[in-house]
């Protein structure tokens, strides 16, 4: 790391985070939360997801104003493009996740950030989720993720910045490893 003479400010509270993690590490019970999307369909393949409230520490908890996303495939898909697709909206999460997790981890070592660009891209054969071959996955093959850090410290330093994000990143752990999922008709 480099000291430098003005304190680090990346805009995360560290002091609240790790006390926080204090905190809930004293009563487990109020770690558990729910996180909520509702999707509606509108037409085709469109459809508009909406993020309002979750639960946890033991109550309920509205977000300041209802997060919207419109998802929908491209015109190579015979459809109108009105949005992003669901595939991409993983990878903008993954993304989200892990640039959050650089953030944090740097205003805790002490290290002032001055640009983080996150690029993610993901390789998918189509012809699993078109139902045309069988033994295709569905999902992705694969998903690589660069990050260009601009920030005062070393390479090795920024790695671990990475690295620890990685290894704390909720998406991260969705995306990698198997989640019990249940759907059921009402």
């Known amino acids: 790391m480099t000291i430098t003479d003005t304190p680090v400010d990346n805009g995360v509270n560290t002091e609240a985070l790790l006390g926080a993690r204090q905190a809930l590490s004293e009563a ?11 999707c509606r369909w509108v037409h085709g393949t469109h ?9 946890g520490l033991g109550a309920e908890h509205q977000h300041r104003k209802a997060f919207t996303f419109e998802i929908d495939h491209p015109e190579v898909f015979a459809s109108q493009d009105l949005g992003a ?6 990878l903008a999460a993954l993304a989200g996740c892990l640039t ?10 002490e290290i002032q950030l001055r640009s983080v660009t ?3 891209e993901g390789d998918m054969n189509v012809l699993g ?5 069988p033994s295709v996955r569905n999902g992705f093959e694969g998903i690589r993720v660069r990050f260009d850090i601009d920030a005062d410290a070393s390479s090795d330093d920024i790695r671990a910045l990475v690295a620890q994000s990685q290894k704390r990143s909720a998406v991260f752990d969705i995306v990698t490893n198997p989640t019990a999922i249940t759907v059921e008709v009402a």
């Open 100 to 109: 959050a997790g650089v953030a944090a981890v740097a205003q805790h070592r």
């Open 47 to 55: 459809s508009t997801s909406t993020i309002e409230g979750f639960s």
């Open 28 to 38: 487990p019970e109020a770690a558990a939360f729910t996180w909520r999307a509702r």
């Open 118 to 120: 996150a690029t993610l």
């Open 129 to 133: 989720i078109l139902g045309a071959d």
């Open 85 to 90: 697709t669901p595939v991409e909206t993983v």
